[in-house]
């Protein structure tokens, strides 16, 4: 029986994290499937780190970043490019990940090619269309272009009915994330030394990189980080800063030169979640880093006034601060001096996986497709 071919199809750092695992699970079942892989490389550098780290070498690879790009012409170079390799491949699904541009625009190509479209983190939703920007319109496209969903959590499941997607193609698998995740922190130990922090010190890690707080929140997150570290002596913060000149920009003029603040490279995802375990608390605006933390037993505060993973506030271990520089360095306070809230925050279950997601897509893929 010939094999089922599927196309893979990722750009960005959190894609190739979240399409490492489920990757790697397909070239397991070759005697069934047949893997083949296509990055767009939306991202260059940190998608480089992470198809280095799980050894993923493309059988395509776009090539497509530019400097600061834009929306539209990153939209028609995905479309453009991936139309190319489908006619090439002619693959029986296309699975992308979440909610990206490379995800819309490969999805929307695959549509147009009339080739089944499998998405991975299917569900998520704010109901805010400009929020986040432009990543909640992108899934709610994606999921209407695609014909399987795998959702990571009932609430992802219920969006989708509420979307109208017939329920006989909803399936629940929990978040690939944790198969990363866990992968990573089991195999792949790695050692913080060159980053020369100071471990008499509580760590706080910071990431932000969302282009809804560009500008403004992002200074008013600089300034909470510089009030903080000026009231409590006994912290550090450490912020890889993501590559987009956006956040470059504000980061560096606001925080650079601060001997309690260190602004490093984005880190490969080994190292990174190394440091996720080393740190006390995560301040974030990242979506993986608020699956991720939970495993780990770290409160999380996320830089946003709303989420689309609402199962974490629900479960205790993520609060929303937003981007008011008075109510971070409050809530930020209140788990520095307060050991029940910090404990309460720190002791909840991950609600995001088990870390069998990738095995359940695949099962799916032959079983059910
Ligand atoms: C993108 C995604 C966002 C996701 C984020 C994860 C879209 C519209 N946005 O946002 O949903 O949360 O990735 O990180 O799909 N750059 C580099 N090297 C790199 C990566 C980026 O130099 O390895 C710089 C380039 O100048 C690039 C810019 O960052 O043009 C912006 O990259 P882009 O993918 O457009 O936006 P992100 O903010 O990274
Ligand atoms: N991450 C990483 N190195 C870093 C910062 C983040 O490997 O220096 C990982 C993090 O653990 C998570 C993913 O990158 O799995 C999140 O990516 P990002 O924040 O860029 O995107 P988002 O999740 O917001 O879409």
Redesign the pocket.
Known sequence: MAKTKVLTIFG???EAIKMAPLVKEIEKNSDTLESIVCVTA??????DQVLELFEIKPDFDLDI?????N?WS?TSDVLLKTKEVMEKVKPDIVLVHG????SMAAALSAFYAKIPVGHVEAGLRTFDKYYPF??EI?RVFTDSLCTYHFAPTDKACENLVKSQIPKTHIYKTGNTVIDALLYTVNNKKEELKELNLNNDLKIILLTS???ENFGKPLEEICKSVLELVKRNKDIQFVYPV????NVQKTVNEFLYGHDRIHLIKPLEYAQFCTLMKKSHIILTDS?GVQEEAPSLGKPVLVLRDTTERPEAIEHGTVKLAGTDKNEIISLVEELLQNPQEYKKMSEAVNPYGDGFASKRIVEILKNSI
Not at 42 to 47: D, G, M, S
Request: glycine share 4%.
């Open positions: 960005t750092r959190p939306q991202h260059r550098q940190i998608l970043m530019k400097n600061n790009q929306l990153l909610d990206t541009t490379t432009p990543e992108n990189h969302r282009r993501h590559p987009n000149p979506g």
